[in-house]
């Protein structure tokens, strides 16, 4: 459990600072981030607390389609925003291109790897994708329609509301993928079986 917990953790700061770093290239953001920033920006709230506003309204909406979160979904809804914070005050605005690019396309590699470190601690999905699965689950539609339909809609809201859409948010929706599908291998934590137990009930002690 404490490897879970603290790959967890890791996981969910990492997030936040690969968010960060994606705000400040300036070249465009995956669907719910711009529409955080969208918000942010109408409201002069901060980008991070934002996304854990939104997170915990998106949270509420579980308990109709009777999703139950675990630790993971309810330091996502906490952590990530956060270090995103953190990050946005720590790193300066960027104004040349090349470090730009450098920057967005390391900020989507960051994310895939700190997406798969907490997923792979299977400890709760984070608000927004328990949100699709448990819409899955619901109407029995399909994965790939239920995202997408989540995901063009926070994007246009988030466009509309002045939320940064760019070459970023195309990379991001390209590369996203296949980066947490190489990743989430390495640090999935598989569950430990029980040990088999003898004929006395106790478990069984291995002999050589």
């Known amino acids: ?85 953190i990050s946005l005050w720590i790193m300066p605005p960027v104004h040349s291109l090349p470090l730009a690019v450098a920057m967005m396309a390391g900020g989507v590699i960051l994310n895939g790897i700190a997406t798969g470190a907490y997923i792979g601690a299977g400890l709760g999905p984070g608000p927004r994708d328990g949100l699709m699965t448990g819409l899955v689950k619901r109407t029995g539609g399909s994965v790939g329609v239920i995202r997408t339909g989540i995901e063009v809609t926070v994007l246009a809201a988030g466009w509309l509301l002045g939320g940064t859409v760019g070459v970023g948010t195309v990379l991001y929706a390209v590369a996203i993928g296949p980066i947490v599908h190489r990743t989430l291998p390495w640090f999935t934590i598989a569950e430990r079986s029980p040990e088999p137990l003898s004929p006395c009930g106790e478990p069984c002690l291995e002999t050589r």
């Open 1 to 85: 459990m404490n490897r879970r917990i603290i790959q967890l953790f890791l996981g969910l700061a990492l997030y936040g600072i690969s968010l960060g770093v994606m705000v400040r290239a300036n070249l465009g953001l995956d669907p719910w981030d711009v529409f955080h920033q969208g918000l942010s920006n109408r409201t002069g709230i901060s980008l991070g607390m934002m996304v854990n506003l939104i997170g915990a309204l998106v949270l509420l909406l579980w308990i109709p389609i009777r999703q139950r979160p675990g630790i993971g979904t309810i330091a996502n809804v906490f952590l990530i925003g956060t270090f995103a914070d």
